[in-house]
């Protein structure tokens, strides 16, 4: 049976990955090369193995193959082929193979790559990466098997094993219980498979970190070789965090993008510490300085992924995000003893000589600022742990459940993100090593004088909150310099060169990818922190019941009632939906359909908002289902959500910078070839 | 490995020490921290992969009914107690509300004592509740959801049986219905 | 000097923004028929135990729609929203509440997190210090070829370098 087929594929993969980790052992005893490249073709085997198990589930899936365990659980019948498909990632087996497949995906390109100037860390990187892929597989394996079978006994109780127990017939529901309502979205379709890219692809840059460590190589190597690896899988992260956004937004119907949900947090994290890294990285290929600190934000951001993920799949933590309960915890946390020891052991191990022989000089200088950068980073990660796991601790102490929601963090992370966007306007105008405060302000009065025009505009709009002021300032700060960066080094440029500006504009950007880059990363900030603030600060919402042809309004705009349809959908869906006209200053300007699906099979209730969008914001409708009224009375209630497409536009622009930074360049050929001229400060 | 141990940082050998004595109070420091977080988790994860209290002796807990009466549970020994945690939002409480109510009627005389746990209900509606069901053994509400939390209940209705010594004779989790408590209790009326 | 003043006021702003970003406070009138929006802005600061982790006022649960009557029916007796909140916290437990109140073993929750920052600070600036002392002599240097007109040259010098 093609079942056993796909389980056969998953316990090869493991074998697979155990081999890797032994012929890697080998050839660290005995140096000869034929070893290492037999673990490399176990890994790479391992990436076949995976993708035919993966195939298997997605054929099963598609096919409604009912008898199978997972498939009954997140399939059905009345779902169309792409939902059928992507179910794959719609229950914990499932994602859990296919975060093995990615991972497997990560290692395998890796092997393909030339690995003759980091010979040395191979057998390490293969070791360190297999272990953790394997132990994926291993859960899969063991404990959430996708390719279980459902069997019934003749009292009528119902089982589910690969092999068939005694006297047991094989049991096939006649329809399976579906994927869950919240998950049948397409921005629920991309936004797992990004942010396990995300999470997965970090462990590339800890495996050559843990080799680099487990070698004694006190250089740079580990980081040049898996700078790209980093900023993609931090590329995907953001992409996974951002499309979460934006599907809690369109899905979950509480008017918001961020509700501070410990899943949400327990992807932010990683996040947090992977920026810190991405940024003090620059320090050490620069300098060679921050070796230890760049080590220890590695491995934190591969502990918090691994920690993340443990917490949201083991039912330590409830959120609305968390999958069922399971019974993969106690494997998880083993694995979490022995990683995080290990890592700590091979760190304290190296400690001495990842010294730097360099001083920092001075605040003043990019170095300090980078400094300062991570030190905040590592406030707001602080905070979030924090947040995240006091109620553990108080409710095993004190005995005490305790809830701690958004207010928390935004008090405590609010001033430290607001301290990094003024960092962010500063850093691009400080030199590397030292500068002076004349040199900064000889070079910041301009754009500063620019940015002040955003708050004195909005003061002169009626804006008096002095926190909303000095954000927007900020924000206004770090656009003007980043832009100003920009024309600066292409006037020079142009100057010399006798090009026309946007040629060396161009030629600017183009040849120094990663920094142009990271500056038009910080400009999509900048458009995000705008949107944030806006939403943050200046949301309103009202909320009545309306009969037919009844007004209610909010700020500019105003609804009419108009109608309320009722009627099933041929996917199992039960549709309540109400019919708003929508006037902004007593003009009709369109129409607004927020709805209400009821899935007959899960009985669960979806409230999915109509949004009238614009760039000043958006007008977000929800219709309630608070009260039972008849089709004659409905409650509404409405959110005015001022600039927050400002988030999504940013999110375009920081992809498109990380992009930039990531892209391929001569540059990089140089820097391998030549190491020298890069440790030259400019 | 070699290269870079063979080649220490060219300081004094007296700093050297002092500065591997603070490393190493770092590090204790960083392995206690690990190891505080690590043994937090593994309690919680023990406590989450407990379940439902099912045997031995139950949490003791003192309720005060509606109707300002108190039970502690503890003072009960010698009787069977049913517990019952419901809320009136609740619908497969509703399915079982009836026959709860008869398993009262019948059973109240027979040193069987029936008590209902309100679990984050509302007052208002609990009461309406207990009067559409006509229920008249004695309910109160769950204050602080500490009895709930003390059963580590994962949702109402649940109803645990506990037996004439003090021990708890059998949970139920979901629904119950008049026959599958009736078994439990003769079986203990028996002893 | 100058790096003194500059370091003082990069503390001072980064103070500042230390200032929590408190929104106003909803002040309710104390009418008859309470609003759908005088409740939520209640129902907003509490969560239901049955749904974690979602707010009261976004909780479309039959035990949420029951929480937020007695909500209402409680600002119609006239109760304010401090009483309204102690109500819910002492009849469910204060893990209803969106956070702790600050006191008792709650208090670790709010203190930690600024401790370990400050302590974070600390440590950076120590690492600093160190080494100030004897860069008074190259600051002065530094800044000198760190001059304006030299930017150009350095476009072009990382220029050729990446060429």
């Keep these: 049976m ?122 390490y990187v293969i070791t360190a990466s297999m272990l953790t892929l394997a132990f994926f597989v291993s859960l899969n394996v063991f404990v959430e098997n996708p390719f279980n079978v459902l069997w019934i006994d ?168 968390a999958f069922a309960q399971s019974s993969i915890g106690p494997l998880f946390f083993i694995f979490i003893t022995v990683t995080f020891t290990i890592s700590l052991l091979l760190l304290f191990r190296g400690w001495e000589s990842l010294a730097s ?97 955003v708050p004195i505009m909005s003061i002169i709009s009626g804006i008096f909150n002095f926190a909303a002021l000095l954000s927007l300032w900020l924000a206004s700060l770090v656009f003007c310099v980043t832009i100003y960066e920009f024309y600066r080094g292409a006037i020079a440029r142009s100057k010399s060169s006798g090009n026309i500006f946007f040629i060396s504009l161009w030629q600017l950007i183009s040849r120094n990818r990663r920094r142009y880059g990271g500056y038009i990363v910080h400009l999509g900030i900048v458009f995000m922190a705008v949107g944030i603030i806006g939403v943050e600060m200046f949301q309103t919402e009202t909320q009545g019941t309306l009969a037919i042809e009844e007004r209610m309004s909010l700020e500019d705009y105003s609804l009419v009632y108009k109608d309320l349809d009722e009627y099933p959908e041929n996917d199992g869906r039960f549709v309540t939906k109400a019919t708003l006209d929508v006037y902004k200053n007593n003009k009709l300007i369109g129409e607004l359909e927020p709805r209400r699906d009821y899935y007959n099979i899960s009985q669960q209730r979806m409230t999915i908002p109509d949004v009238y969008s614009t760039l000043e914001g958006d007008l977000y409708v929800l219709l309630i289902d608070w009260k039972p009224v008849g089709p004659q009375q409905a409650t509404f209630k409405v959110y005015l959500n001022p600039l927050i497409n400002w988030i999504w536009i940013g999110g375009f622009l920081f992809i498109l910078g990380t992009l930039v930074a990531t892209w391929p360049d001569q540059r990089d050929r140089h820097i391998i070839t030549n190491n020298k001229s890069i440790a030259q400060p400019f | 490995m070699a290269m870079s141990r063979t080649n220490p940082p060219k300081l004094g050998q007296s700093h050297i020490t002092v500065q591997q004595r603070k490393n190493r109070l770092g590090q204790l420091a960083v392995w206690i921290l690990l190891a505080a977080l690590l043994v937090f988790v593994a309690i919680k994860l023990f406590q989450t992969s407990l379940g439902p209290v099912r045997s031995g002796k139950p949490p003791d807990f003192t309720i005060t009914t509606f109707n300002d009466q108190t039970y502690t549970l503890s003072d009960l020994e010698g009787k069977i107690i049913v517990i019952n945690f419901w809320a009136s939002w609740c619908d497969p409480c509703k399915a079982e509300a009836a026959d709860l109510e008869m398993l009262w009627r019948d059973y109240k005389d027979k040193d069987v004592l029936l008590l209902g746990i309100d679990y984050a209900d509302t007052e208002k509606e609990a009461l309406d509740y207990l009067s559409t069901w006509d229920i008249t053994y004695p309910n109160g509400p769950d204050v602080g959801t500490t009895i709930s939390q003390s059963y580590r209940i994962r949702g109402v209705p649940e109803t645990y049986i506990v037996a004439q010594n003090g021990l708890l004779a059998k949970s139920f989790i979901g629904p119950i219905n008049y026959e599958n408590v009736e078994v439990v209790l003769e079986a203990l009326l028996d002893k | 000097m100058e790096i003194k003043w500059i370091t003082k006021s990069i503390l001072l702003v980064m103070l500042l923004t230390c200032i929590p970003f408190n929104k106003t406070p909803n002040v309710l009138a104390q009418d008859i028929n309470p609003t759908d929006d005088e409740v939520n802005a209640i129902s907003k600061q509490l969560y239901c135990p049955v749904c974690e982790s979602i707010p009261l006022d976004a909780c479309g649960t039959q035990a949420c729609i029951q929480w937020r009557d007695t909500i209402r029916a409680k600002l119609t007796d006239g109760w304010s929203e401090e009483e309204i909140k102690q109500y819910f916290s002492d009849q469910y437990g204060i893990r209803v509440l969106a956070e702790p109140p600050v006191d008792g073993f709650n208090k670790l929750l709010w203190y930690l997190p600024p401790s370990l920052f400050l302590i974070g600070a600390l440590l950076v600036t120590r690492l600093l210090s160190n080494t100030k002392n004897k860069l008074h002599v190259q600051h002065e240097t530094t800044s000198n070829i760190e001059n304006a007109n030299h930017y150009v040259e350095r476009i072009e010098h990382d220029f050729k370098k990446w060429q």
């Design chain 1, 357 to 453: 022989r360099k001083t920092l000089t001075s605040w003043l200088s990019r170095e300090g600022m980078f400094l300062l950068n991570n030190l905040l980073f590592m406030g707001i990660l602080v905070a979030c742990f924090w947040g995240v796991i006091y109620p553990l601790i108080s409710e095993i102490i004190t005995g005490q459940k305790v809830t701690v929601g958004p207010p928390f963090y935004e008090r405590t992370t609010g001033p430290q993100f607001a301290a990094l966007l003024l960092l962010m306007g500063i850093v691009p105008l400080v030199a590397w090593r030292i500068t002076t405060v004349n040199r900064i302000g000889h070079l910041i009065w301009k754009p500063t004088i620019i940015s002040l025009l």
């Design chain 1, 2 to 123: 093609i079942v056993n087929l796909g389980y056969t594929a998953l316990l090869l993969a493991l074998l697979c990955s155990f081999y890797a980790i032994v012929s890697a052992r080998v050839y660290i005893n005995n140096n000869k090369l034929q070893w290492v490249d037999s673990a490399r073709n176990a890994v790479l085997s391992v990436w076949f193995l995976l993708t035919l198990a993966c195939l298997i589930l997605v054929y099963l899936l598609t096919n409604e193959h009912f008898e199978i365990e997972y498939v009954a659980s997140v399939s059905s019948r009345a779902m169309p082929w792409y939902l059928k498909a992507t179910a794959l990632w719609g229950g914990q087996a499932g994602s859990l193979l296919f975060w093995s497949w990615l991972m497997s995906s990560y290692t395998g390109i890796m092997m393909l790559r030339d690995w003759s100037n980091e010979r040395d860390l191979q057998p």
């Design chain 1, 154 to 321: 003749s009292f009528g109780n119902i089982t589910s094993s690969m092999t068939r127990p005694d006297a047991n017939l094989m049991f096939t529901p006649n329809d399976g219980a579906g994927l869950n309502p919240l998950l049948r979205h397409p921005g629920m379709i991309i936004h797992p498979p990004m942010l396990y890219l995300g999470f997965v692809g970090f462990v590339i840059p800890y495996s050559f970190a843990i080799g680099a460590l487990a070698v004694g190589r006190t250089d740079g190597v580990w980081i040049r070789a898996t700078r790209r690896w980093t900023l993609i899988a931090w590329l995907f992260l953001s992409l996974g965090l951002l499309l979460g956004g934006r599907w809690a937004y369109d899905v979950l119907g509480w008017g918001g993008y961020w509700g501070w949900d410990p899943v949400e947090i327990a992807a932010f994290m990683p996040w947090l510490t992977g920026t810190a890294f991405l940024h003090s990285v620059i320090i050490q290929e620069k300098h060679g300085m921050f070796k230890r600190w760049n080590m220890i934000l590695i491995i934190l951001t591969y502990a918090l992924v691994i920690f993340g993920t443990f917490l949201t799949r083991s039912g330590v933590l409830s959120s609305v995000h």
